[in-house]
């Protein structure tokens, strides 16, 4: 069973950028399809973006299209998402997900393994 440890949120100032990590073990993490959601307070946990097991093809949220990078080092066992252009609406608790099986990958419900999360502030 695969376990996931994310890093690299912060607080950055609307513009900035970061890149948060998520460290895979216990598991053949290039079998795995990989997904970034994201949780702000009181609201339901949300698609950010996903990447194929090899990482030839991406998905994202409308929202984010166009500013966040998803990708994978399947040597190093690690999936990265680039965020440039923060919005103080993208403040959130930001995780990372692994799935073996098929359907929606903007489902959280699709998705068997989770991380613990990393919180990212961006302030106005």
């Known amino acids: 069973q695969v376990q996931l440890v994310e890093s690299g949120g912060g607080l950055v100032q609307a513009g900035g950028s970061l890149r948060l990590s998520c460290v895979a073990s216990?598991?053949?993490?290039?079998?795995?399809?990989m997904g970034w959601f994201r949780q702000a307070p009181g609201k339901e946990r949300e698609f950010v973006a996903a990447v194929s097991w090899s990482g030839g093809n991406t998905h994202y949220a409308d929202s984010v299209k166009g500013r966040f990078t998803i990708s994978r080092d399947n040597d190093k066992n690690t999936l990265y998402l680039q965020m440039n252009s923060l919005k103080p609406e993208d403040t959130a608790v930001y995780y990372c997900?692994?799935?073996?099986?098929?359907?929606?990958?903007?489902?959280?419900?699709?998705?068997?393994?989770w991380g613990q999360g990393t919180q990212v502030t961006v302030s106005s």
């Open positions: 997900a692994a799935r073996r099986g098929v359907g929606d990958f903007s489902a959280a419900a699709s998705y068997d393994h």
């Open positions: 216990g598991g053949t993490f290039f079998t795995y399809y």
